[in-house]
């Protein structure tokens, strides 16, 4: 495992990425995304063992890719808390729940909101807000959501503020659950709107069948907010994450207000989240309490952190294989939850920055092995 | 008078740390506070710099009563701290460090002037600009760390142990670098357990025990007092 990992540091990808002149990285850059835009058609024969419907009862292809996009979409936005600003956040999926409810809520013609619109405005009973409006409404709750969690949870540090989000998570799915004459109850809420698109063969442009299009949507967004994050990381706002996230105190003895930017890294992560269920709830055209569990909030943070937290090129391969692999091997499916915790130990113990590492990253955990050592040898 | 600490008491829960101590620093003076482990040295810092507030006392600076006020206001009205060993940030590279000390500044052509100032003081940050801050020595970390607050221009500089986990002839350098500084004009207050250098260098000094001031006076009347010499200088 680490001879592996050795060779693969030996070829050094970072650093000759890092050093290639711009015309090269462009083209790097344009060929890696037209290559994903062409996957769902993917059918050349060796490459096309990585399909996962390969046997009767794999799963659709394109559903798959699209899947695995909304949750690169989620881990990008968990990155910005937890490997820019370095806040450890449990309840993520909350945000992501959130985002899917909106649209729901607002964009069906059957959730209770829009049926009380409707008999107290005296309207049709298709009416209900346009897709298109939706966003904008999902975007805005995810983020009142998470500065209305933030700010008076964010004076605490650590383990403290995991707690306090992980209960966040389950807040979001039990009120969903429960207030049944808002959310549908248990039954949730169908006729989830789509985005709106000519009609093709009779059907509308994103249906349930044509999931290659709903994966192309999701990738045109993945690349904005890929772009979003990145520039928001070499801005001086995330050079103020990284001073919190390296050393709280020393960043607020140069000046920086610690509280103002936590509190922007977690309201800019819950709108991404809020982002990518939307696209959730939106295909899958139905929206449900038990798609929102826990377990789905450790998924997206051992996506960050297997990936390489802080590095937006690991969060994406760590939302990949996450998310790929279990898909892919669905026969063994049986030894998901075996194989995943194994996982976890193995990356922990030989590679605790991540697979794809960011450098500051590497540093930072140097550097907090050395202190404890020496404090272990003051005692 | 730049700062005046008058009867603070700092807690960590119910813990109290500081038993109400008052601390004056003039304009252009060097002053120091020493004691031993555990005496209170690192909260005073942490009560100056506004890092932990205060459960009663009070702190003014250049004539403003900044009690009240976050570090990173303070900080913007100049009184800054270097923090104690390692507070640097150690992913960053030594040129990152040192923009950090200058995050809350606009004035362009006043920064340049600095980051050759810094450079200036500690050629072997210079030769060091691209390096990871947390892969370098001990002693180069700490002339970061003291150039990286010069960054933000201080009306007072404190300083946090600066000789912390140093050898000694890095101890001298270090020392002799914050004469120069406050040569050139800053206001220094710093902190040490290195009892000799600290009052050898310094125009007034307190000494700290258990969150108490015991003893003040001139750097030379403290090195000849023979109760400081005992407990700090190690002669009898």
Redesign the interface.
Known sequence: MSQISDSIRGLQIGNRWDRAPKWVRSVGLLLVIAFAFYLPFLNVLPFAYIRTDLNPTGSDWASVLFLIVVYMIAAVGLNVVIGFAGLLDLGYVGFYALGAYSVALFGSPSSPVVEALQSRFGLSDEWAVPFVMCIPIAIAMSLTAGVILGAPTLRLRGDYLAIVTLGFGEIIRITARNLDNVTGGAAGITQVPVPPGPEVDGRSFFNTIDAERWYWLALVILILIVFLASRLEHSRVGRAWLAIREDEDAAAVMGVAGFKFKLWAFAIGASVGGLAGLLFGSKQQYVEPNAFMLNLSFLFVAMVVIGGSGNIVGVLVGAFLLTYLPERFRELQEWRPFAFGLALVLVMVLRPQGLVPSRRRAAEIEDRRHEAEEAAADA | MLLEMKDAVLSYGKIEALHGISVHVEEGEVVSLIGANGAGKTSTMRAL???RGLSAGSVVFDGQDVTKM???QR??KGL??C?EG???????TVT?NL???A??RKDKSAIDEDYDRVFDLFPRLLERKKQ????MSGGEQQMLAIG?ALM?RPKLLMLDEPSM?LAPMLIQQIFDIITEISQQGTTILVVEQNAKQALSRSDRAYVLETGNIVKTGTGPELLDDPSVREAYLGVA
């Open positions: 710099s506004g890092v976050r570090a990173d900080l913007r800054v701290l923090p390692r507070g640097i940030f150690p992913g960053m990152e923009n950090m000390g995050y809350t990871i801050a947390g892969t990286r933000s986990g």
